[in-house]
Structures are given as C-alpha cells and as structure tokens.
Nanobody
Framework: VQLQASGGGLVQPGGSLRLSCTVY????????IAWFRQAPGKEREGVSW????????EYADFVKGRFTASKNNAANTAWLQMNNLDPEDTAVYYC????????????????WGQGTLVTVSS
C-alpha cells in the first residue's frame, strides 16, 4: 500500500501548482482523500478533503476559493489545484487516504504519502 504525492516545487506569489496523489495497492473507491500540510516549526494542518464518492469536498478557511480538490477513483488518483499561492502556503503537503472518512482529523486517516514540498517565494 502506497500513496505517492508529487507536483510540488518553487512558485512565485500569485502562481499556481497542481499536486497529484497516486495510490498503489488498493482502490480509492471506498476511500476519502485529504490533503494536509506542515510548515517549518508548525503542526500539521488539514487543507482539503474529498469524499470517497468524489462528490463532496471540504476546505480549510485559509484556502477556500483558491484551492480545489478532485479525485478520479478509476485512475486511483487525486489532485489538489492550488491557485493564487501566497508565501504563507509554503509547506510540505501530504495526501492521506481514509476508509469512508469525512473531515480533516489526522487520526482518521489510515495511509499517508511521503509529502511534496511547495515553496512560494519571489
């Protein structure tokens, strides 16, 4: 069982990135996907959640209107489109999968990816 996150990098303020999370070893059909992030010296925090059925989403207030979560169960892949990035968005971003999980409680997620670094700087 493995989640592989990718797509991070260096971007200027106001720019965009699209993170991907590909799942190996199980099907996403019954799993919600959440994105979390951890900035240096800070605790890991929830960013977005998308339901196992791909139809429902939830976002942290600090990314609403800027980030969009999506998921394709057939492709076993989820994405996080990040627009209008701010230096405060600099962090390692992690994807996580939870069986039928709803919401952004870290302890509810069973499997975690290795993280991908997003740096927003001019």
């Amino acid at each position: 069982v493995q989640l592989q996150a990718s797509g991070g990098g260096l971007v200027q303020p106001g720019g965009s990135l699209r993170l991907s999370c590909t799942v190996y070893g199980f099907t996403l059909l019954n799993y919600a996907i959440a994105w979390f992030r951890q900035a240096p010296g800070k605790e890991r925090e929830g960013v977005s959640w998308i339901s196992h059925g791909e139809s429902r989403t939830e976002y942290a207030d600090f990314v609403k209107g800027r980030f969009t979560a999506s998921k394709n169960n057939a492709a076993n892949t989820a994405w996080l489109q990040m627009n209008n990035l701010d230096p405060e968005d600099t962090a390692v971003y992690y994807c996580a999968a939870g069986w039928g999980t709803e919401g952004l409680a870290l302890s509810d997620y069973d499997y975690w990816g290795q993280g991908t670094l997003v740096t927003v700087s001019s």
